[in-house]
């Protein structure tokens, strides 16, 4: 079993939609947890960055983690064919950002006008 | 903001080849990382450093070592590139309480 699990996709909406995007965990001992957005022939770029179980709100972007059930979730409302992309979660066990990152393998999403 | 520049976006090398990659960030940094992505399976850690001329192998270092001799460069070597290794390989340096940067990749093709 990977440690961090994430539907590869593709996942397709319409422009306007409400976007879900989850990740699962078995390690309990993670603490810090991270979405990336890498768009086609790019590197990852940090979009979310939460700590410990709650919300977090970015503009259209909105980040939650249920530590109890080890799952997280990336919201983005109003979407965009700008936000097509490849969406990653990450985690890490240690202290702030000096871990080493745990990658779900990403969900390809497109955003149709 | 930090850049993380690697030198190269696409290689072509033959099997048996020792392969350089190079990585130069430009914020002083004391942690760098190389990655390999690749579809269904995601990004996998194959070393880390966290000082000059210090290195720690991550999850998948067989095949690979690296160098790091200045604070800004981190290197990963493919001492004799098998088509195994045909990848994309991303390096990202730390930035503390942000989170990574990664630069924009090496799309490496072995053949």
């Known amino acids: 079993q990977k440690e961090v699990e994430q539907d590869p996709g593709p996942l397709s909406v319409p422009e306007g939609a409400i976007v879900s995007l989850n990740c699962t965990y078995s390690?309990?001992?993670?603490?810090?947890f991270m979405w990336y957005r890498q768009y086609s022939r790019k590197g990852p770029e940090l979009l979310m960055y939460?700590?410990?179980?709650g919300n977090k709100e970015d503009g259209r972007f909105t980040a939650q983690v249920d530590k109890s059930s080890k799952y997280i979730s990336l919201f983005i409302r109003d979407s965009q064919p700008s936000d097509s992309a490849t969406y990653l979660c990450?985690?890490?066990?240690?202290?702030?950002?000096?871990?080493?990152?745990?990658f779900g393998q990403g969900t390809t999403l497109q955003v149709k006008p | 903001d930090v850049k993380v520049t690697q030198s190269s976006r696409y290689l072509v090398k033959r099997t048996g080849e020792k392969v350089f990659l190079e990585c130069v960030q430009d914020m002083d940094h004391e942690n760098m990382f190389w990655y390999r992505q690749d579809p269904g399976l995601g990004l996998r850690l194959i070393y880390f450093s966290y000082d000059v001329k210090m290195k720690e192998k991550g999850d998948i270092p067989e095949g690979y070592s690296v160098s790091r001799e200045k604070k800004e460069r981190f290197s990963l070597i493919l001492e004799s590139a098998s088509t195994n290794q045909t990848s994309m390989y991303l390096c990202a340096s730390l930035r503390v309480s942000y989170g990574y940067t990664f630069g924009s990749g090496t799309r490496l093709t072995v053949v």
């Open positions: 939460t700590y410990s179980s």
């Open positions: 990450a985690m890490t066990i240690g202290s702030g950002n000096t871990g080493k990152l745990i």
């Open positions: 390690n309990s001992a993670f603490q810090y």
